[in-house]
């Protein structure tokens, strides 16, 4: 069993300008065990610049998108993508949940 332990201190700023964009991935676990991601939007208005959850077979997908001061939290092991902003700058904190082993 697990049991939480807190948030991963390592917490990370992301910025995406124009074309920038993160592939399609799945995160992975930390040293402590990391099981959940979680990710603050701080900026909005701008097109496109969605968080893209892909199915297996890589078809379709379902869109988040970014609203300042909204939390995404999303089990690791799920396939993802950040898409590029257009119209503006995207800032996104992120950081994991950690768990301990327990025994």
Do not use: C
């Not at 920038?20 to 402590?32: N, V």
Request: net charge positive.
């Amino acid at each position: 069993g697990w049991r939480r332990s807190g948030l991963n201190e390592r917490m990370r700023f992301l910025r995406y300008d124009a074309g920038q964009k993160f592939e399609a991935h799945k995160d992975g676990p930390s040293g402590e065990g990391s099981h959940f991601t979680f990710q603050l939007y701080l900026t909005d208005g701008f097109r496109e610049g969605t968080t893209r959850f892909l199915p297996e077979d890589g078809r379709g997908g379902v869109d988040v998108v970014p609203v300042a001061g909204r939390v995404l939290a999303f089990e690791h092991g799920v396939m993802h993508r950040g898409s590029p902003p257009v119209g503006g700058r995207k800032y996104v904190l992120r950081t994991e949940a950690l768990y301990a082993r327990i025994g």
